[in-house]
């Protein structure tokens, strides 16, 4: 292969890999651009685009991906984006990431706990992580703790660390506050009735009580004289607002389940609006930040603070982040764990903290990727591809080189002698060197097996160049002499393979949302055995595949298994 087709290939792989159909245009400016010499030929530079284009349309995704890791893309050095806030001090700054723990930080949640943090740095103000936990039908000591390793492990320091639920009475003093001067109310009424009020503007009956009867309604609550569903503490809003969270929003309820932090102490729980008002004032947050979702909840959220005469800390906004084909919500992540369609949390399809880090996803790559798109207010729901492209390029200067074959098939080599080969773990860096032994029997993958014809010559990667002689019934060869060839393919010999899985995740949904059984591929194959002494969450480069990370040894079988980053 000349240098210009090894360019061509290149950048055909690269532009189908992102797009799923090449781009002629495109790959020609790229071509041209590394290449400029190409341009006195171009019909002949069309040609070979243009068949490289037709070779590459017939590959899978995978193939591609395993045949782009022997190239080297630039990834464009982005300007860390400054995070201005508004009437900000420095010195006088602080923020807040207030996670409810009542299940696994997703992505989404890296984002807010990123955008906070490097808001309070840039005014070299503080942070707060505050545990929302004020559900306790929800919540657990299991989800604090996640929460708190995930952020830990993302490289997220704070300042102080609280508990909504551990400032209870200042919350039922704001409540009662609000009842006493007529801006809240309890109502028994059936949730039906509350929601016909909302949606029809007509009063419910108890809207009139005066404030004393309500106060006695409250203290009722308190008191456990209520069920669950029976009553609620009403905000008295605008019936009629064009906002629908300003008609009469609940504040608070009965719940008689356990908390996980305080026991049985309280029986009636705030709802975040009232919680996250309290606590803002409090704990003195200057700068409220949180996703755009909540947008609507702005107005009431400044209401409270008027009613309460306190000073309103500031308001931002920015977009939610997703990744296409990842659910990121609990409430579409419970029920895939609960019915075992995902291995867990930390399954490596999921956009989990958790599944991140056992996928591979190193954490700067993360942050890197989550503050890229800033405060802005602009949905964005990129695939995994944005993600991993950040990845890539943290570990290809550290990750050591190893070879595996999938699916192996056995290759005999007529005039092969045993040998040893030393090899460099990395072709850059100086990581130190690993000895393979060679073998008359070696391993190939099915794929590249298949692809050969009785009489291609190819090279043994590292090794030498041979023909094959046969390929009925089993695969025979010999070797030749050296000298450039084009084809290169992956090896493990007898002597030296030991069991290898990777697991293979792809996009757990569809485009229409709907759960993909097969979204999780396992490849089963040969590694060289100078992977068994590798420590659990090392990340290597099989050559020629990708990037993984070593998962666990399952002593059972002998297995050494692998989860496929990028």
């Not at 792989?13 to 341009?39: H, M, R």
């Not at 609507?296 to 990744?323: C, G, Q, V």
């Not at 009785?454 to 590292?462: A, E, S, T, W």
């Amino acid at each position: 292969m000349t240098h210009l087709d090894s360019i061509i290939r290149k950048h055909v792989l690269k532009n189908t890999f992102d797009y799923g159909k090449a781009n002629t245009g495109s790959i020609v400016g790229k071509v041209i651009a590394e290449w400029p010499g190409c341009k006195t030929d171009m019909k002949s530079t069309m040609t070979k685009i243009n068949n490289e284009i037709k070779r590459v349309s017939k590959l899978g995704k995978d193939e591609i991906a395993q045949e782009m890791s022997s190239f080297e893309y630039y990834v464009k050095e982005e300007k860390e984006k400054i995070i201005e806030l508004p009437d900000a001090e420095k010195g006088n700054v602080i923020t807040r990431f207030p996670p409810e723990p009542s299940g696994y930080p997703h992505i989404g949640h890296a984002k807010a706990a990123w955008l906070n943090h490097e808001a309070a740095r840039v005014y070299d103000g503080k942070i707060i992580l505050r545990f929302d936990d004020t559900n306790p039908e929800k919540e657990s000591e299991e989800f604090v703790d996640a929460i708190r390793d995930d952020l830990k492990w993302l490289g997220i320091t704070f300042d102080k660390e609280s508990y909504t639920s551990d400032n209870m009475d200042k919350i039922y003093v704001a409540a009662e506050k609000l009842i006493k001067d007529g801006n809240a109310y309890v109502s028994t009424a059936p949730r039906e009735n509350i929601s016909d009020s909302r949606s029809t503007a007509k009063p419910l009956p108890e809207r009139s009580n005066a404030p004393e009867e309500n106060m006695k309604k409250w203290k009722d609550m308190l008191a456990g004289k209520y069920e669950k569903g029976e009553c609620l503490l009403l905000f008295k809003g605008d019936l009629k607002s064009d906002n629908t969270v300003m008609r009469d929003p609940a504040l608070a309820r009965v719940i008689k389940s356990p908390h996980y932090r305080q026991k049985s102490k309280y029986i009636v729980w705030p709802g975040y609006d009232l919680a996250v008002v309290v606590m803002d004032h409090y704990e003195g947050i200057t700068h409220a930040m949180r996703s755009k979702e909540y947008e609507l909840r702005d107005e009431l959220y400044n209401t409270l603070f008027d009613l309460f005469e306190w000073k309103k800390p500031k308001m931002i906004s920015f977009s939610r982040l997703a990744i296409k084909g990842a659910p990121i919500s609990k409430r579409l992540i419970t029920p895939l764990i609960k019915d075992k369609k995902v291995t867990g949390w930390d399954d490596p399809r999921l956009p989990t903290v958790a599944g991140l880090r056992r996928r591979g996803i190193m954490p700067d790559a993360i942050k890197q990727f989550v503050l890229s798109f800033g405060l802005s207010k602009v949905e964005s729901e990129p695939d995994w591809e944005s993600l991993l492209s950040y990845n890539r390029k943290l570990l290809d200067p550290k990750s050591p080189h190893y070879y595996f074959v999938s699916n192996p098939m056995e290759l005999h080599i007529k005039n092969m002698e045993e040998r040893e080969i030393s090899l460099k773990l990395h072709p850059k860096q100086n990581l130190g060197n690993r000895v393979l032994i060679a073998t008359s029997c070696i391993y190939i993958s099915a794929d590249d097996a298949n692809r050969l014809e009785k009489g291609d010559i190819f090279r043994l990667k590292d090794l030498c160049n041979i023909k094959l002689t046969n390929k009925v019934g089993k695969l025979e060869a010999e070797i030749m002499s050296d000298g450039v060839v084009e084809k290169k393919i992956q090896w493990v010999s007898d002597k030296d393979k030991r069991q290898c899985s990777i697991i293979v995740p792809k996009d757990l949904l569809n485009s229409d949302g709907e759960y993909q059984a097969d979204s999780l591929q396992i490849l089963n194959g040969y590694c060289e055995k100078n992977c068994a002494g590798l420590t659990i969450g090392t990340m290597v480069q099989f050559e020629r595949f990708g990037f993984c990370r070593f998962d666990r040894f399952e002593t059972k079988d002998n297995v050494l298994v692998f989860v496929f980053s990028c």
